[in-house]
């Protein structure tokens, strides 16, 4: 990085951790390997570590005029990112993970995403797994380019909160990063919120390619099963966010019963179940105790036919397979 105080920072890396002191220094390494002409500053949030998280990171820094320390005492993901952007100076914030290690060429990838993307507010990248033993999930290979048009739906995890940037005025608009939300919550979704907000801020969305990130996430297949549960409290969460909200509620509303439609089987009900549950949990979270009274009997309609339609589905397979 360019030395110069006094240039302007193009790109904001975050990075939020807690109690992660013994796993930093595969993502500090992949800090220091970053290569370009692009101004660029690293913002590493500690979200209130009891570990020696903070004795880690300063010690790394004492040579390392691109990074900055910043304690966060509010636990949860949503309130640590929110609080690094509003100390980021990027002209573009890319938010990434503390088990995660970005391509040598992450910064240029970024400006370049944004450049040939100019109506994109956010824009997410690959994710690929790092060890091969690990379970493969929380990871997107792909390699095509997407574009989701502003105030369209894009269900979640269509683009994560492990390798995902935002231009400032988008943040901006939306009033940064929903600090009630994201891991260490009950409502971890805060990538996917974030990502909406943007779209209906009226930004697009898009997934390129280009920048990269190796996830040394450490699952194995065992783990699978609670990830998956909180991915559900997550989607409960965020659906009713945005049915809350009058200028999105009736897609969501739509969105919601289509995919609930579409699983219909057992471990279906069960998703469907948390998801409700998390969601009544938000609406008396927000206490809008007027839009739950309204939705506990549709939600207990939807999860009536979801279990008719589970059961009948389930029993006409045991037929078919006989």
Request: aromatic share 10%; hydrophobic share 40%.
């Amino acid at each position: 990085m360019d030395s110069d105080s006094t240039r302007n920072i193009e790109v904001s890396i975050v990075i939020c951790t807690r109690n992660r002191a013994s796993r930093v220094s595969g993502t500090l390494g992949a800090m220091r390997a970053l290569r370009t002409n692009h101004a660029y500053e690293v913002i590493w949030v500690d979200n209130a570590s009891t570990d020696d998280t903070a004795a880690v990171l300063q010690r790394a820094f004492g040579s390392d005029s691109a990074s900055r320390y910043i304690l966060c005492e509010r636990i949860g993901l949503g309130a640590a990112r929110n609080l690094g952007w509003e100390n980021a100076r990027g002209r573009i914030i890319a938010f990434t993970d503390d088990d995660c290690y970005p391509s040598p060429d992450y910064v240029d990838a970024i400006f370049a995403a944004f450049a040939d993307h100019p109506g994109a507010g956010v824009i997410g990248g690959r994710i690929l797994l790092h060890n091969p033993d690990h379970t493969r999930i929380t990871i997107e290979e792909s390699e095509a380019a997407r574009v989701y048009p502003k105030r369209t739906f894009v269900r979640a995890g269509t683009l994560q909160g492990a390798n995902l940037a935002f231009r400032r005025e988008a943040l901006q608009a939306i009033g940064g990063i929903d600090p009630d939300l994201g891991a260490g919550t009950r409502f971890p979704c805060e990538d996917i919120d974030a990502v909406t907000a943007v779209l209906w801020a009226g930004f697009d969305a898009c997934f390129d390619p280009r920048p990269t990130v190796a996830h040394d996430h450490g699952r194995v297949d065992a783990d699978v099963p609670a990830l998956l549960s909180s991915y559900d409290r997550g989607r409960g969460s965020f659906y009713a966010k945005y049915i809350l909200r009058p200028d999105t509620r009736a897609t969501f509303i739509l969105r919601w019963l289509s995919s609930t439609w579409r699983r219909r089987d057992w471990q279906g009900l069960r998703t469907l179940r948390t998801e409700l549950r998390t969601a009544s949990q938000y609406a008396i979270a927000k206490r809008r105790y007027g839009a739950l009274a309204l939705a506990v009997p549709l939600g207990l309609a939807a999860l009536a036919v979801q279990s008719i339609v589970s059961f009948g589905f389930s029993s006409g397979r045991r037929l078919w397979s006989r």
